[in-house]
């Protein structure tokens, strides 16, 4: 059974730090890339970061380019999201995702153009972040 569960998520200051967890069970997760989606009140999912497998670069959204880490355990199953610099629009709800790697003649299909649009074979249930002071 493929399971995702996010913490780690609170409330935060401007200009403050959370980092969040997302602890994967119930697949080869070596195998998978990870993201962290953000959903605020009345707005559309927002692709926050992805991180793909095979120690690949790192994807971001423009909104939190600079801001935002995300790692990747692969001995814990856990991916991360570190946030620091944090405003009020980064409010939301944030969910991660994960999606085994796919190739079409041994290219990943995966890449920072598509990471963001496409469809996640799992998704944990979601952190509520708040930043307010």
């Known amino acids: 059974q493929v399971q995702l569960v996010e913490s780690g998520g609170g409330l935060a200051q401007p200009g403050g730090s959370l980092r969040l967890s997302c602890a994967a069970s119930?697949?080869?997760?070596?195998?998978?890339?990870l993201a962290w989606f953000r959903q605020a009140p009345g707005k559309e999912r927002e692709g926050v970061a992805c991180?793909?497998?095979?120690?690949?670069?790192?994807w971001y959204g423009d909104s939190v380019k600079g801001r935002f880490t995300i790692s990747r355990d692969n001995a814990r199953n856990t991916v991360y999201l570190q946030m620091n610099g944090l405003k009020p629009e980064d409010t939301a709800v944030y969910f991660c995702?994960?999606?085994?790697?796919?190739?079409?003649?041994?290219?990943?299909?995966?890449?920072?153009?598509?990471?963001?649009?496409?469809?996640?074979?799992?998704w944990g249930q979601g952190t509520q972040v708040t930043v307010s002071s």
């Open positions: 991180i793909t497998v095979n120690d690949g670069a790192p």
């Open positions: 995702a994960a999606d085994r790697v796919k190739y079409s003649f041994g290219v990943p299909t995966l890449t920072d153009a598509t990471w963001s649009s496409m469809d996640y074979e799992a």
């Open positions: 119930g697949f080869t997760f070596e195998y998978y890339a």
